[in-house]
């Protein structure tokens, strides 16, 4: 638990920013599915449900993505990108390489998507408390 707390106090500043871009990105979301359903309860319900569900989406890929997921397909665009512009040598000799040095920034930085999964969460509860108000209202 200890470790927890200092890691959250190392990077205070990269969750909160996360917590608020991640916020903002879904209020706009549940706003426009909101507006477009004509202000109604039902737009309010897939607003919040959509909101929800894009944010998990997007904080399980940036998860899978801290984890080394994609890191194969960005060696092979830095390869690509390296021997059409500089010609020169590439930094990282093979992808061995270039995976140790990738980790050794992972562990050195936040789990930013822990912050996404957190306020999609917020947007889940949202829409439980709207479908057991419709299911309550209208019999």
């Known amino acids: ?51 929800g569900a894009v944010l998990i989406g997007v904080g399980l890929l940036c998860m899978v993505a801290r984890y080394g997921a994609f890191d194969t397909m960005s060696y092979g665009f830095k390869q690509l990108f390296a021997s059409l512009v500089n010609r020169e ?17 992972r562990e050195s930085s936040s789990k930013y998507y822990l912050a996404i999964m957190l306020v999609s969460i917020i947007f889940f509860i949202v829409f439980i408390a709207l479908t057991i108000y419709r299911y309550s209202v209208y019999k």
């Not at 920013?17 to 319900?45: D, K, P, R």
């Not at 140790?100 to 920034?105: D, L, P, R």
């Open 1 to 51: 638990m200890n470790r927890l707390i200092a890691h959250l106090i190392k990077f205070k500043k990269s969750y909160i920013i996360t917590t608020v871009v991640s916020l903002l990105v879904g209020v706009g979301i549940f706003l426009a599915y909101y507006f477009i359903q004509n202000q109604t309860l039902y737009g309010a319900m897939n607003g919040s449900g959509v909101a």
């Open 89 to 105: 040598a590439n930094k990282y000799n093979d992808m061995v390489e270039y995976k140790e040095e990738k980790n050794k920034v």
